[in-house]
């Protein structure tokens, strides 16, 4: 079956813009994740959804981040007058349930100028 | 706070040799540990997980709450192990912290 996509693959944008990262999970998986992976380091937790709703944003590193998941099945993450040091690979995976195993997106790159 | 430290950047073995990556974590409580892996040009995915037990492509990783550690071991590495090795701590569920990764070479 399909696995998690994200879109776009690369986006890059000028400081200050907006941006909109979509991630599509496995069909019937509940929960999802958001991570951030800047060069040389591991992904870094964002958020998780349990459904709709976030159940755990404590990753999001200030009020220019944001993610929704009004259906409970794709998720986008939208950042607001973006920094330069925004620029990383941006990653979704999914779970069956929070507790399950989490297959990984190939990610977004995005490049802030 | 959770933290997990992968100590090498890089470690090259040659084809055959035993190969260990190490993982040290800290956390008060008992967590889960994983180990994922990124082959060239793929996305991450689950290698293994402690609470499973079992051996993925002939790794395995133990965990020892004395050392707080969950190194990951083959008995003979083969050319197709070399990728990017993470090892991951997931202390509630679904939050998990990742180490900065381990990048495998294995040598002919």
């Given at each position: 079956?399909?696995?998690?996509?994200?879109?776009?693959?690369?986006?890059v944008?000028?400081?200050g813009k907006?941006v909109?990262?979509?991630?599509?999970?496995?069909?019937?998986?509940t929960?999802l994740y958001?991570?951030?992976?800047?060069?040389?380091?591991?992904?870094?937790?964002?958020?998780?959804?349990?459904g709709?709703?976030?159940a755990?944003d404590?990753?999001?590193?200030n009020?220019?981040?944001?993610?929704?998941?009004p259906?409970g099945?794709?998720?986008?993450?939208?950042?607001q007058?973006?920094?330069?040091?925004?620029?990383?690979?941006?990653?979704?995976?999914?779970?069956?349930?929070?507790?399950?195993t989490?297959?990984?997106?190939p990610?977004?790159?995005l490049t802030?100028? | 706070?959770?933290r997990?430290?992968?100590p090498?950047?890089l470690?090259?073995?040659?084809?055959?040799?035993?190969?260990?990556l190490?993982?040290?974590y800290?956390?008060?409580?008992?967590?889960e540990?994983?180990?994922?892996?990124?082959y060239?040009?793929?996305?991450?995915?689950?290698?293994?997980?402690?609470?499973?037990?079992?051996?993925?492509k002939g790794?395995?990783?133990?965990?020892n709450k004395?050392?707080t550690?969950?190194?990951?071991?083959k008995?003979?590495?083969?050319?197709?192990?070399?990728?990017m090795?993470?090892?991951?701590?997931?202390?509630?569920?679904?939050?998990?912290?990742?180490g900065d990764g381990?990048?495998l070479?294995?040598?002919?």
């Amino acid at each position: 079956g399909a696995g998690v996509s994200q879109t776009p693959s690369n986006k890059v944008t000028e400081k200050g813009k907006y941006v909109e990262l979509r991630c599509d999970p496995i069909s019937g998986h509940t929960a999802l994740y958001w991570y951030r992976q800047s060069l040389g380091q591991g992904p870094e937790f964002l958020i998780y959804f349990q459904g709709t709703g976030a159940a755990d944003d404590s990753g999001l590193p200030n009020d220019r981040f944001f993610a929704v998941r009004p259906e409970g099945s794709v998720s986008t993450l939208k950042i607001q007058r973006t920094e330069r040091g925004d620029s990383a690979v941006y990653l979704c995976a999914s779970s069956l349930t929070g507790e399950d195993t989490q297959y990984f997106g190939p990610g977004t790159r995005l490049t802030v100028l | 706070a959770q933290r997990v430290t992968q100590p090498e950047k890089l470690l090259s073995v040659f084809k055959g040799a035993p190969v260990e990556l190490k993982c040290n974590y800290s956390y008060s409580g008992s967590p889960e540990l994983f180990w994922y892996v990124q082959y060239s040009r793929q996305r991450l995915q689950l290698l293994l997980r402690h609470i499973s037990r079992e051996s993925i492509k002939g790794f395995t990783a133990d965990l020892n709450k004395g050392e707080t550690s969950f190194h990951l071991k083959k008995p003979f590495a083969q050319e197709e192990d070399s990728a990017m090795y993470y090892c991951a701590l997931m202390a509630n569920a679904g939050k998990s912290t990742f180490g900065d990764g381990t990048t495998l070479t294995v040598k002919p």
